[in-house]
């Protein structure tokens, strides 16, 4: 797992770069291909004790979505972009107190998305 920032990520390009969260490195190419997914985070040090709340409580714009990751994860929430053609789709998690305000979900690492 890298902790960083990006500038350059784009959802039509096969890499970015991030440049990690100490800054006394130089950026990191990542390739889309080798990740699960690209969380766009509130915090850096997030909370690994904190159960996420999967219920639909909160009424926003997008389509119901559920992911089921191929290590076993699951997720929950909102996307207005899913095209198959893509190499993966924006969606917002369901849990407003979530560390992560956005994730992109690569296809490559997903067994299944249900949308509800």
């Known amino acids: 797992m890298v902790k ?3 500038t350059d990520f784009s959802r039509e390009r096969g890499a970015f770069h991030v440049l990690p969260a100490d800054y006394g490195e130089d950026s990191i ?6 990740l699960k997914a690209l969380f ?3 915090r ?5 004790y904190y159960d996420e709340d999967q219920a639909w409580k909160v009424k926003t714009s997008g389509s119901r ?7 076993g ?4 929430g909102f996307t207005v972009d899913s095209a198959e053609d893509e190499q993966g789709f924006f969606m917002d998690p369901v849990d407003a107190r979530s560390n992560n305000e956005r994730v992109f979900v690569v296809y490559r690492a997903v067994e299944r998305v ?3």
């Not at 994860?73 to 929950?76: N, P």
Request: proline content about 0%; overall charge negative.
């Open 4 to 6: 960083g920032t990006t």
């Open 29 to 34: 190419q990542v390739h889309v291909r080798d």
């Open 73 to 76: 994860e699951f997720m929950r």
């Open 65 to 71: 979505v559920e992911v089921t990751f191929r290590d």
């Open 40 to 42: 766009f985070v509130r």
């Open 114 to 116: 249900d949308f509800v």
């Open 44 to 48: 850096w040090e997030g909370d690994r």
